[in-house]
């Protein structure tokens, strides 16, 4: 790879890229650069190889995609019904684009792409899962949040821009409401490592796209059991700039200087290697042998 290869690239930063920056190097140079020339049909083998590696994701996660975008999509729309329902019919129709189109699909289910041809009971399995997640979202909160009048949404896209420092940041919300003056907004991403983080970027959007009060946010986001929970910590955003500026620098530093490769971004072997979708292109390289030897 040459910094010819890496200007074609953009930089943007997100929770995401800053997750992977600050738990695994090698990860995050897999997705941000080899997965992204991969591409390409004139990129090489391994940087294809990669890119096939970072479509998938595991049952569990795709199921939470699903919902997230089958909420997205009906409010967006003003379509009322249940969530449950719609994306039970969502998921059948994505799973049925894996299987007999992968190449046209922008993320793979990882036991599909091992099988193209998964058994039935797995796939009951899972659709069952689909329905049953999609209830506890219809009892806890879908049915206030799809009454909520077409003026006080805000229509957000994917991925939403936020104007945050000197560089490009973006994240992706599900759905964003005023509520008694409040800007409500419900995050995908999982807050388990950055919830403060996230909030503080819903605030900067408030405020730099919305032009709204960012001190009347509410960052809301679904836990393990698709339950409503508010992120309470109001951060200081001035403590949150100079981490990200400083993360901001290494990263752009490390791709100015001369060739880079996966020597560069070493990984750091743990228990996120059983859910990373790199592991079988670490395990191939020797990756842990290489690094239980140091």
């Not at 930089?11 to 995401?16: D, K, Q």
């Not at 994240?171 to 909030?199: Q, R, T």
């Amino acid at each position: 790879m040459t910094p010819e290869d890496i200007k074609h690239l953009p930089f943007f930063w997100s929770v995401r890229r800053q997750r992977y920056w600050k738990q695994c190097r090698r990860r995050y140079f897999l997705h941000y650069y080899l997965a992204r020339l991969g591409r390409y049909e004139e990129s090489d083998a391994v940087c294809q190889e990669a890119y096939e590696l970072d479509k998938r994701v595991s049952a569990k996660e795709y199921i939470r995609i699903i919902l997230c975008k089958t909420m997205h999509s009906m409010f967006q729309r003003c379509e009322t019904g249940s969530i449950a329902t719609a994306a039970v019919l969502n998921f059948k129709h994505e799973v049925y684009k894996m299987i007999n189109y992968p190449d046209s699909v922008p993320l793979i289910i990882s036991e599909i792409a091992d099988d193209r041809l998964p058994d039935k009971d797995f796939m009951n399995n899972l659709t069952e899962e689909v329905r049953k997640c999609g209830e506890k979202i219809d009892q806890n909160f879908w049915l206030k949040i799809q009454n909520i009048p077409y003026g006080y949404r805000k229509k957000v896209e994917h991925p939403q821009p936020v104007r945050f420092i000197e560089l490009g940041c973006c994240f992706v919300p599900v759905l964003a409401f005023v509520n008694h003056g409040e800007m409500w907004i419900l995050e995908s991403s999982s807050v388990d490592y950055s919830g403060d983080l996230i909030a503080c970027i819903h605030r900067m959007w408030v405020y730099n796209n919305l032009h709204r009060d960012p001190t009347k946010v509410r960052s809301i986001y679904l836990d393990q059991n698709y339950e409503l929970k508010q992120l309470d910590n109001l951060p200081s955003v001035s403590a949150f700039l100079a981490e990200i500026r400083d993360d901001i620098h290494n990263m752009v530093e490390a791709e100015m200087e001369g060739f880079i490769s996966l020597r560069d971004f070493p990984p750091s072997p743990g228990e996120r290697c059983n859910t990373c979708q790199f592991f079988k292109f670490c395990q191939k390289r020797d990756t842990f042998k290489e690094i239980l030897k140091k």
